[in-house]
């Protein structure tokens, strides 16, 4: 009987890590994305140009973990246009002087 407890105990946690989402729970920035695609995007551009383009600084902002926002940039087409800090100091080497926003 015992054994058979313990059985059961092993399989039913088991089945509890089978069901848990990779990475933890879901933020509010991912819930936003999933609810409302424009809205998330309008809030993602807006914190990471408030932050001059500084990822790390951004995704504290929104409450998400930088790698967490980087595959956003990397992932959304509409989030596309979106200058990290490391692509404008590229763009001002490339260049020889500060490029404007657009």
């Known amino acids: 009987m015992k054994n058979l407890i313990l059985e059961y105990v092993r399989e039913v946690l088991a089945e509890k890590q089978r069901n ?3 990475g933890g729970p ?3 920035l991912g819930a936003l994305k ?3 695609p ?3 995007s309008v809030k993602v ?3 990471v140009d408030s932050a001059d383009g500084d990822v790390e600084n951004a995704a504290n902002n929104l409450g998400v973990a930088t790698r967490t926002l980087y595959h956003y940039l ?3 087409p509409d989030l596309a246009s979106v200058k990290t800090s490391e692509e404008r100091e590229g763009e001002e080497k490339k260049y020889g002087r500060r490029t404007p926003r657009t």
Request: glycine share 12%; hydrophobic share 15%.
């Open 20 to 22: 848990k989402k990779p």
């Open 26 to 28: 879901r933020t509010n």
């Open 34 to 36: 999933q609810l409302h």
């Open 38 to 40: 424009g809205e998330f």
């Open 45 to 47: 551009r807006g914190a």
């Open 74 to 76: 990397d992932s959304e």
